[in-house]
Nanobody
Framework: QVQLVESGGGLVQPGGSLRLSCAAS??????MGWYRQAPGKQRELVAA???????NYADSVKGRFTISRDNAKNTVYLQMNSLKPEDTAAYYC?????????????WGQGTQVTVSS
C-alpha cells in the first residue's frame, strides 16, 4: 500500500506563487504527478514526472509550473508561479507503483488552491 500526504495549498493573489508537496509512504513509487479538478469540470493532468526525471506538463501551465521530485524522500513537488484565477481547483497527487498485478494507482486526498484578489 501507498499513502500520499499533500500539503501547501491555500489562498493566493493573482500573480503569486505556491508550492505543493506530496510525500509517499509505504512503498517506493515510480511515476508521480499532480492533477486538478475545478467545480463542474473533469479532473485533468497538471504535470507528471517519472522516476528518471522525465516531465510532462499541461499546455495551460507550461512556463509557469515546475514539477520536481526527491526520490530519497519519495516526495514530489509542484512549484506554481504566476498563478491565475483559472488555476483555482482542488489539486490531487497521484502515484503509480509496479506490482505483480500490473500498475497500481494511488491518489492523495487533495489540497485546495484558490487564486483570487
Amino acid at each position: 500500500q501507498v499513502q500520499l500526504v499533500e500539503s501547501g495549498g491555500g489562498l493566493v493573489q493573482p500573480g503569486g506563487s505556491l508550492r505543493l508537496s506530496c510525500a509517499a509512504s509505504g512503498s517506493i513509487v515510480s511515476s508521480m504527478g499532480w492533477y486538478r479538478q475545478a467545480p463542474g469540470k473533469q479532473r485533468e493532468l497538471v504535470a507528471a514526472i517519472s522516476s528518471g526525471g522525465s516531465t510532462n506538463y499541461a499546455d495551460s501551465v507550461k512556463g509557469r509550473f515546475t514539477i520536481s521530485r526527491d526520490n530519497a524522500k519519495n516526495t514530489v513537488y509542484l512549484q506554481m508561479n504566476s498563478l491565475k484565477p483559472e488555476d483555482t481547483a482542488a489539486y490531487y497527487c497521484k502515484a503509480e507503483r509496479a506490482s505483480g498485478y500490473g500498475i497500481l494507482t494511488y491518489w492523495g486526498q487533495g489540497t485546495q488552491v484558490t487564486v483570487s484578489s
